[in-house]
């Protein structure tokens, strides 16, 4: 808070609310945007900036995101600065929003933006204690529990059940549609496209059909392209058998390419496997190593999930400095590579663009 008596508090009071998680724990706020009840996955992201493109990625359905960066807000929102048509999360916690953002962008307060999104928020939560029990027992379910309005089923936490399954069918889209180009033609996987990826598509060039995400390969290949990407997306990999077994049999006949929920349904594919991480990796400032070279990146992240065992074909590019854990492959055969990181960022650094380019030149080829 403001310690000038006339200056503006940093967030106003406008409800209180609580945050409740499946094992019990409890944090007190004060609620902002809509004020209706909320279940979601609760987990942490360590990103400095960026709110609203985390609030817009598509790989945040079913979750309440907690942001670590104590001021949330200050330099407002606006209809640019976003990785889908609408926010994604199911709610957001943060220790102070701002009420009142200073940018020459800014179109609307977070309170505002959220509300009009009917996105549950709460503010005034002890944030550093938060991640500090996710850290500890994990990512979990949750809820906000506005003081007033609407209320939810009364359950016992330990059964909360938000909904954190089949996720990609709310976010992936309903039909193909066609981004052309000069360049080679690429079907992309949509499993919750971010927006930044399909402008990085453009900026090369490719000829571009993005299709839902339960299409076959026939239906794929019927589009004659040159490569298929799987992009970034929420949820279990798992639970896209029908994305797993195109996969299997596009092998061979183009060259394959995914990040983030696609670099992991293209190593199921292949004949990995995958497992959930304790609380995720989600923020822009994750450090990984290449493996081949030793250069070290900072990266954005956000993934609950991660490949393990990899079968002998699929060769490590890229680990995770902070525990260890894949972060990239390539088959040693096959023209087959996925990054479980966003080289587009969105938010984040930006150091690792280049990383699309070996693609684009597969299709150019």
């Not at 945040?60 to 976003?82: E, F, K, R, S």
């Not at 949509?190 to 299709?211: C, N, Q």
Request: with cysteine; aromatic share 8%.
């Amino acid at each position: 808070m403001c310690t000038n008596e006339n200056a503006p508090d940093l967030y106003e009071i406008t409800h209180q609310a609580t945050l409740v998680l499946a094992d019990g724990t409890s944090f007190p706020g004060n609620v902002i945007g809509a004020k209706v009840p909320v279940e979601g996955e609760v987990v942490f992201n360590t990103s400095i900036t960026g709110y609203q493109e985390i609030l817009t990625d598509p790989s945040y359905a079913g979750q309440i995101v907690v942001l670590t960066y104590p001021l949330i807000g200050n330099y407002g929102t606006n209809a640019a600065d976003v990785e889908s048509k609408k926010p994604q999360v199911q709610g957001l916690v943060v220790h102070e929003a701002a009420s009142h953002p200073s940018h020459w962008r800014s179109q609307q307060s977070l309170d505002s933006y959220l509300a009009s999104h009917g996105i549950t928020g709460i503010t005034g939560i002890d944030t550093r204690r938060l991640t500090q029990h996710l850290r500890e027992h994990g990512s979990m379910p949750g809820r906000i529990l506005p003081a007033a309005g609407p209320a939810l089923p009364a359950r016992q936490p330990a059964t909360y059940h938000p909904g954190i399954s089949d996720l990609v069918e709310t976010v992936t889209t309903p039909v193909p549609y066609h981004l052309p180009g000069p360049g080679p033609r690429m079907v992309a996987m949509d499993f919750g496209i971010k927006h930044s990826i399909l402008r990085i598509i453009e900026a090369a060039g490719i000829d571009t059909w993005v299709v839902p995400a339960w299409f076959s390969a026939q239906e794929i290949a019927s589009l004659k392209p040159r490569g298929l990407f799987l992009s970034n997306g929420p949820g279990d990999p798992a639970e896209n058998p029908g994305a797993i077994a195109a996969v299997q049999e596009l092998a061979g006949q183009l060259p394959i390419f995914g990040i983030c929920l696609g670099h992991q349904i293209i190593a199921l594919a292949m004949g990995a496997a995958t497992t959930k991480l304790k609380f995720g990796h989600h923020g822009g400032n994750h450090p990984v190593r290449e493996i081949a070279t030793g250069r070290l990146y900072i990266t954005t992240h956000n993934h609950g999930y991660t490949v393990e065992r990899l079968p002998s074909d699929l060769e490590p590019t890229f680990i995770d400095l902070t525990d260890g854990s894949l972060e990239g492959f390539r088959h040693r055969r096959l023209e087959i590579a996925g990054l479980q990181f966003h080289p587009e960022a969105g938010p984040g650094p930006h150091d690792t663009s280049h990383l699309f380019d070996p693609f684009w030149d597969r299709l150019r080829r």
